[in-house]
């Protein structure tokens, strides 16, 4: 049973670049979120998509970031140009239902580091 | 603001004891309050709660809700280096997912 997949595990690069962290979640889960976790903030959810669709998106935090769900299976977040603010884990986490109905599942992150 | 506030933020004890975490929370339209363990990576999910006075229990782990007093506690009894984890509590509504700052867990051979 394949849990929530996320690539790369760890992106290095330097700033000003743009960062594509991708994530495939359980199959048959009908909610998608995307979270970001420093130890400064904890984890932090940044937007989730119900359907495929966004239903709430005003955790990302600045217009750099932006996120996508073309299908069901699929989902993007892409930071551009990224700054070294934006290092940390980035966890994508899946569940049956929206927000505050079922469990979410979790990938086990992308580890960013900006220079 | 919604918050979620856990306590204590660490917490160091020997294999066999037992430990008590809490969880506090102000938040709109709640619905739900998790609970998670997080090791290395993932965070794996432990209890969802949403009645009041409803104790989940699995193995050595339990845990119950207070709707009225805005709290939950999770329970580990005769804990194990295993259990050594930061365990984060996450409060949900039509929003919103709140997570609180974690406890870390250590437990000690």
């Known amino acids: 049973d394949a849990g929530v997949i996320q690539s790369p595990r760890h992106e290095v690069t330097e700033m000003g670049q743009e960062v594509t962290l991708r994530c495939k979640p359980i199959?048959?889960?009908?909610?998608l979120f995307w979270y970001r976790q420093t130890m400064m903030r904890g984890l932090e959810l940044l937007i989730y998509?119900?359907?495929?669709?966004?239903?709430?998106d005003s955790g990302m935090p600045e217009d750099r970031f932006s996120a996508k769900m073309p299908n069901a299976s699929f989902s993007t977040l892409k930071i551009q140009p990224s700054e070294p603010r934006d290092s940390a884990v980035y966890f994508c986490?899946?569940?049956?239902?929206?927000?505050?109905?079922?469990?979410?599942?979790f990938g086990d992150g992308t580890r960013l580091s900006i220079l | 603001e919604d918050k979620v506030v856990q306590s204590p933020l660490s917490l160091v004890v020997h294999e066999g004891d037992t430990v008590t975490l809490n969880c506090s929370y102000e938040?709109?339209?709640?619905?739900?309050l998790l609970w998670y363990k997080q090791e290395k990576k993932a965070p794996t999910f432990l209890f969802m709660l949403t009645s009041s006075g409803i104790e989940k229990k699995s193995g050595r782990l339990s845990s119950i809700l207070d709707k009225k007093e805005l709290f939950s506690i999770l329970n580990i009894t005769a804990t194990q280096t295993g259990d050594s984890a930061v365990y984060l509590c996450a409060v949900g509504n039509n929003n919103d997912m709140r997570f609180g700052a974690g406890t870390r867990l250590t437990v000690k051979p």
């Open positions: 938040v709109t339209n709640f619905r739900s």
């Open positions: 986490a899946s569940s049956l239902q929206g927000l505050g109905n079922q469990p979410q599942h």
């Open positions: 998509f119900n359907n495929n669709v966004p239903i709430d």
């Open positions: 199959s048959g889960h009908n909610s």
